[in-house]
């Protein structure tokens, strides 16, 4: 059996994806056909930056299997303080544990655990790189919202440069035939080109960039929100200026579709209004239940395909 | 201009104009005691100018290096005063240790003894990125 681990999100096929968000819908669906799914199995959680949510989703998951946690938590406990390089960590915890979730502060860190882990490895942020988990959180709401992948005009809006949630989804999004993208953020922030050329133009895909919310939102299937943070700004003039163009509030959602869904990675500071949590068009606290749901699918997935289950 | 031939050592020919320095520094030739030459615009018939690199001794080259800086180089071993061998250079889909990440937010920043790999993302406009965080490697 071959090990195998996920790092970036493109490094699972459409097919893979598919068949993540099936077991992931039948998982909802049937939850105690997996309440011993990983009996006696254990995840290593390395966290060497907090990431609450992260961990305890990951936890949660791990838990609904069936199976157990060990956590390395915290950068400044343990074998990281010791100066244990990530490659050591990760041959060591091999050892005992069957599959590493690993959160790092820096990029590539989980690629260099994958290459000297014996298990299989899950990448659950490298710094600004990768998030895999987020996105297929992100797919399985989509789906769970729309019942598709195809045909959507999915509006991306806020900080479209430095997002990589943003950048993984539009790759994503961008392998299922007929959707159309809107990338809405001010001029400062806007897709870089290779992110573009990589998941747009290069597949010629239709899309476009505006800076104004409000005059795209009526084409809008899906809105997906990030923050609009005031340190990407190079004074505070322009930050002052821009940033209530991109905050969600219930006048800007009036001439939303009936059918919109408005997702968010979470955590939000304000960029989304409270007062829009309790329209059924808000998804975004679905989004963190499904993260859960996809995380045990993956781990599912992964440990089946390590000949462990 | 002459050079007198090289009975045994390593000649790296059709390397473009003004590169010949760089990739010398890169071989790290100009920190050797070995006899080297630089021989920067030389009129080639095929190509306009040319740089060439001529060592006078049978050392190893890293050719994913001189590939690398310059995929139009090539780079010939002389044995005997005879060309033994000639060898085209193409592009390496990875580099290992040949050139470092400046991304101080890489896990080669702070990672010991970590190889620094970079793999070619992008044969036709030449770019390698790093293997980790997949960082653009400058020219
Ligand atoms: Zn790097």
């Known amino acids: 059996m071959k090990k195998r681990s996920v790092i970036d999100v493109l490094d699972l096929s459409v097919e893979e994806l598919d068949q993540l968000v099936a077991t992931a819908n039948d998982i909802i669906a049937h939850p105690d056909d997996y309440a011993h799914a990983c009996d006696r199995k254990k995840l290593a959680t390395l966290f060497y930056e907090p990431s609450t949510r992260t961990r305890m989703s990951f936890e949660a998951a791990m838990y609904e299997l069936g199976g157990h946690v060990i956590s390395m938590a915290g950068a400044n406990s343990s074998s990281a303080a010791k100066g244990e390089s990530v490659a050591d960590t990760a041959k060591t915890v091999s050892c005992y544990t069957d599959i590493i979730a690993i959160r790092h502060p820096k990029e590539g860190a989980a690629l260099v655990a994958a290459n000297n882990a014996s298990i299989p490895v899950i990448n659950a942020g490298d710094g600004g790189h990768c998030h895999p988990t987020q996105t297929l959180a992100d797919l399985l709401t989509i789906y769970r919202e729309k019942q598709t992948f195809s045909g959507l005009t999915i509006g991306v809006c806020g900080d479209l440069k430095f997002g990589r949630t943003v950048h993984s989804l539009l790759n994503a999004m961008s392998r299922y035939p007929d959707n159309k993208f809107v990338l809405i953020s001010p001029e400062e922030l806007k897709v870089p080109s290779y992110v573009k050329q990589d998941a747009l133009k290069s597949k010629n895909l239709p899309y476009e960039q505006t800076t104004d919310l409000e005059a795209a939102m009526p084409k809008l299937d899906i809105l997906y929100m990030t923050r609009v943070q005031r340190e990407r700004f190079f004074n505070e003039e322009d930050y002052l200026r821009l940033k209530d163009s991109y905050i969600l509030t219930p006048e800007k959602l009036r001439t939303a579709k009936s059918d919109l869904s408005i997702l968010h990675p979470l955590p939000r500071v304000n960029e989304i209004s409270v007062a829009i949590d309790d329209d059924p068009r808000a998804a975004y606290f679905k989004q963190v239940l499904n993260g859960k749901f996809m995380r045990m699918a993956l781990i599912l997935k992964l440990l089946k395909e390590a000949g462990t289950l | ?139």
């Open chain 2, 1 to 139: 201009m002459n050079i007198d031939p090289i009975q045994n050592g390593v000649v790296i020919d059709h390397i473009t104009a003004g590169k010949g320095m760089r990739l010398l520094q890169l071989l790290k030739l100009d920190e050797t005691d070995l006899s080297v030459a630089l021989i920067k615009n030389v009129v080639s018939s095929k190509r306009g100018k040319k740089d060439i690199i001529k060592i006078d001794a049978d050392i190893p080259v890293n050719l994913d290096l001189v590939a690398y800086v310059d995929p139009g180089a090539t780079v010939n071993i002389i044995r005997g005063g005879q060309l033994v061998e000639k060898r085209q250079m193409e592009m390496p889909e990875l580099l290992v240790d040949v050139i470092a990440c400046k991304n101080p937010r890489c896990i080669t920043s702070t990672e010991q003894e970590l190889k620094q790999i970079f793999r070619l993302s992008d044969r036709k406009n030449k770019i390698y990125r790093c293997l980790y965080c997949e960082t653009k490697a400058e020219k």
